[in-house]
Each structure stands twice: as structure tokens, then as C-alpha cells.
């Protein structure tokens, strides 16, 4: 079946504005992540969706920044006010459940991912 | 708090040689361990994980791991290595409904 999903996969933007990337989870997936790349920084989480709620916000790096899922299945993460410390690949990943009674994540399944960069 | 610590930022091994990529996790709970491969503008390809059980686990592309909790380590292993195993290599361990992931390992593969 198909994967997880990214829109666009590049994306140029002037600094100051505001970017929405967009990510289309495995059908049937409850559970839904972004985590941001950046050179010297690492794979660091943002944040997690099970449904459509967002338990889980901690990863967000400022107030500028902000994820929405609909309907259980696609997520937009935007991004106001873009800094050029924004510039990162921004990748998605959904899991079948968010996890056990132990709390512990289940398996998760990446898409290709979003290189953003801000100018 | 759990994390994940991966020796080596960048590996170099002959074609044919033994692959070893070192990750070392400290986790307050019995962990849950993955090992993820990211080839150039890719996203990251799942190779293996361990939850529970077998602590020798099988994954892809003729790539292992085992789990020794003794030595809180979950390192990486492939007996000869090929050109195309030649990418960015991530531990991750689970935290509350999220990975935490080291900081990656490239390998290069030397003809």
C-alpha cells in the first residue's frame, strides 16, 4: 500500500513568511509525528497526533510554529514568520497506535520528508 | 528520560567488510530499540527493532542487532558490507509515545 506522504518535497521561502507543509499518514493509521533534521541538531521530535488531538506539543520549538490534524488523517504544520533557523528537512511519520499501556511508541513509518529554506 | 548515544559520526569500511555501528541507550523502562537507515534525500527506511524477546534480531538488507542490557547496547552488524549500504544510519530508542534518536552515523563504503 502506499506510504507516508510530504507536500511539497522543497520549499523556498523569503524570511518573515509563512510556510504550511503538509503530510498524508498510512491509511488507517491513528497515530501521526513530525520531527525536524537540521544539520548539528539531529532528528528532534515536535510533536504527536493520536486522532486529532496533540497530547503532546513539548517539541515545538516557539509559538510560531503549530500543527492541525484533520479527520484523523492529514496533518499541516505551520510555520508564521519563517527565521533562517527555520531551514531543516521537517519529516512526518504515522504508527497504527500510538502505543502500548506501557506508553512506549510503536513502530513508526517516515515519509520522504520537506526541505525547507528560509533566504 | 531515555536516550541514545551512537559512537562514531562517520564510518568508513572496505566492500566486503564487516559493518559495526555502535549505539548505547539508557532508558528507565525496558526499551523499545529501532535502527532506521536514511539514504540521500530519503526519509528514513526501518531496518530492524527490538521490543521484547529474542534479543539477536534479524532485520533488512542482511543487517542485525543485539540487545545486551548488561552493557545498554544495541549495536548494529552486517558481515560484508555492499556499495549501496553506504547512508545515514539512526539508533532511536522509544520515549512516551515518541523516539529519541542519536545522532546518526554515516557510513562509507570503500571499493
Known amino acids: 500500500g502506499a506510504g507516508v506522504s510530504q507536500s511539497p518535497s522543497n520549499k523556498v521561502t523569503e524570511k518573515g513568511k509563512d510556510v504550511e507543509l503538509r503530510c498524508d499518514p498510512i491509511?488507517?493509521?491513528?497515530?501521526l509525528y513530525w520531527y525536524r533534521q537540521s544539520l548539528g541538531q539531529g532528528l528532534e521530535f515536535l510533536i504527536y497526533f493520536q486522532g486529532n488531538s496533540a497530547p503532546d506539543k513539548s517539541g515545538l520549538p516557539s509559538d510560531r510554529f503549530s500543527a492541525e490534524r484533520t479527520g484523523g488523517s492529514v496533518s499541516t504544520l505551520t510555520i508564521q514568520r519563517t527565521q533562517q533557523e527555520d531551514s531543516a528537512v521537517y519529516l512526518c511519520?504515522?504508527?497504527?497506535?500510538?502505543?502500548?499501556?506501557?506508553?512506549?511508541?510503536?513502530?513508526?513509518?517516515f515519509g520522504p520528508g520537506t526541505r525547507l529554506t528560509v533566504l | 528520560a531515555q536516550s541514545v548515544t551512537q559512537l562514531g559520526s562517520h564510518v568508513s569500511v572496505s566492500e566486503g567488510a564487516l559493518v559495526l555501528l555502535r549505539c548505547n541507550y539508557s532508558?528507565?523502562?525496558?526499551?523499545?530499540l529501532f535502527w532506521y537507515v536514511q539514504y540521500p534525500n530519503q526519509g528514513l527506511q526501518l531496518l530492524l527493532k527490538y521490543t521484547t524477546g529474542a534479543t539477536l534480531v534479524k532485520g533488512i538488507n542482511g543487517f542485525e542487532a543485539e540487545f545486551k542490557k548488561s552493557e545498554t547496547s544495541f549495536h548494529l552488524t552486517k558481515p560484508s558490507a555492499h556499495m549501496s549500504d553506504a547512508a545515514e544510519y539512526f539508533c532511536a530508542v522509544s520515549g512516551t509515545y515518541k523516539y529519541i534518536f542519536g545522532t546518526g552515523t554515516r557510513l562509507k563504503v570503500l571499493a
Open positions: 491509511s488507517g493509521h491513528t497515530a
Open positions: 511519520a504515522s504508527s497504527l497506535k500510538l502505543g502500548g499501556t506501557s506508553g512506549r511508541a510503536d513502530t513508526q513509518y
Open positions: 532508558s528507565s523502562v525496558p526499551p523499545y
